[in-house]
């Protein structure tokens, strides 16, 4: 049996429509011009799963894809647009006799602390008074850096890349590999991605021009010749790409194993 990743959601930080904007994409009635903010959910074949990001966009995401419970949550850097939807997962708590188990790296998690003090310092944020109303997410934070990790059960190779002032995580894990909001990929862990010889890797692609924090068109398909997978999704992506007319460039360009992600969208990848 195959595991899943369900993009949640491919846009960028503001998401797409943008509040406010007038241009061609974000007045589309294309419904693949809407791009939540970015994050996915891995299923694996035991049925347990790992939301990658709580976007600010979580509780809407986790509707469409009636997801009834979660399992763990890989946090790939501490942005908003990444973070925001922690509180979504209260709902999966109810039934969990343990906390589940958020993983980030150190300075994520120095962040999160500091953002839900009420989530992750529990303890000294009640120390002198009661929990009232629906209560709180009972998640657990665990400290993560580059290497290997069990999580759910399931193996997860973590690498840090650079994203502006901070770090973010990629990984692979079976034959996905999942590269976002980063303004470059060193070589290390280029061929780590190549040497996996993935079946599907979802890669940042923020606009078409070079930018500081994230890849740029050109860039992501640099490295997606280099790393080889047998399929490649754009992910990540900002009000400059219309769907259909990047699926049109990129096969005009002889690209035919890149396509846009699109919120929702299911990809089967195996274990090893």
Request: hydrophobic share 35%.
């Given at each position: 049996m195959?595991?899943?990743?369900?993009?949640?959601?491919?846009?960028?930080s503001?998401?797409?429509?943008i509040?406010?904007?007038?241009?061609?994409?974000?007045?589309?009635?294309?419904p693949?011009n809407?791009?939540?903010r970015?994050?996915a959910?891995?299923?694996f074949?035991?049925?347990?799963?790992?939301l990658?990001?709580?976007?600010?966009?979580?509780?809407?995401?986790?509707?469409?894809?009636?997801t009834?419970?979660?399992?763990a949550v890989l946090?790939?850097?501490?942005?908003?647009?990444h973070?925001?939807?922690?509180?979504?997962?209260r709902?999966?708590c109810?039934?969990?006799?343990?906390d589940?188990?958020?993983?980030?790296?150190?300075?994520?998690?120095?962040?999160?602390?500091?953002?839900?003090?009420y989530?992750?310092?529990?303890d000294?944020?009640?120390?002198?008074?009661?929990?009232l109303?629906?209560?709180i997410?009972h998640?657990?934070?665990?400290?993560v850096?580059?290497?290997?990790?069990e999580?759910?059960?399931?193996k997860f190779?973590l690498?840090?890349?650079?994203h502006?002032?901070?770090?973010?995580?990629?990984?692979?894990?079976?034959?996905?590999?999942?590269?976002t909001?980063?303004?470059?990929?060193?070589e290390?862990?280029?061929?780590?991605l190549?040497d996996?010889?993935?079946?599907v890797?979802?890669?940042?692609c923020?606009?078409?021009k070079?930018?500081?924090?994230?890849?740029h068109?050109?860039?992501?398909?640099d490295?997606?010749?280099?790393?080889?997978?047998q399929?490649?999704?754009?992910t990540?992506?900002?009000h400059?790409?219309?769907?259909?007319?990047?699926?049109?460039?990129?096969?005009?360009?002889?690209?035919?194993?890149v396509l846009?992600?699109?919120?929702?969208?299911?990809?089967l990848?195996?274990k090893?």
């Amino acid at each position: 049996m195959k595991n899943s990743i369900t993009i949640l959601g491919s846009g960028t930080s503001t998401g797409v429509p943008i509040l406010g904007c007038n241009c061609k994409v974000c007045q589309s009635n294309d419904p693949r011009n809407r791009r939540l903010r970015t994050s996915a959910l891995i299923e694996f074949s035991s049925g347990k799963k790992v939301l990658i990001d709580a976007s600010p966009d979580l509780r809407t995401q986790l509707l469409r894809t009636q997801t009834k419970t979660m399992d763990a949550v890989l946090i790939t850097h501490d942005h908003a647009d990444h973070t925001h939807g922690m509180d979504d997962l209260r709902p999966f708590c109810w039934n969990h006799t343990e906390d589940i188990p958020v993983y980030a790296d150190e300075s994520a998690t120095k962040d999160l602390k500091r953002k839900f003090r009420y989530i992750f310092e529990r303890d000294e944020y009640f120390a002198n008074k009661a929990i009232l109303g629906g209560g709180i997410p009972h998640l657990t934070l665990q400290v993560v850096s580059d290497g290997e990790y069990e999580i759910a059960g399931e193996k997860f190779n973590l690498f840090s890349l650079p994203h502006g002032h901070e770090m973010t995580f990629c990984f692979i894990q079976g034959k996905c590999g999942y590269v976002t909001d980063c303004r470059e990929i060193p070589e290390p862990v280029l061929e780590k991605l190549h040497d996996a010889q993935l079946e599907v890797l979802f890669i940042d692609c923020l606009r078409r021009k070079p930018h500081t924090t994230h890849l740029h068109l050109d860039l992501s398909l640099d490295y997606i010749a280099k790393i080889r997978p047998q399929i490649a999704v754009l992910t990540h992506m900002s009000h400059e790409w219309d769907y259909q007319e990047l699926m049109s460039e990129l096969r005009t360009r002889g690209i035919n194993n890149v396509l846009p992600a699109q919120d929702g969208q299911t990809f089967l990848y195996s274990k090893t």
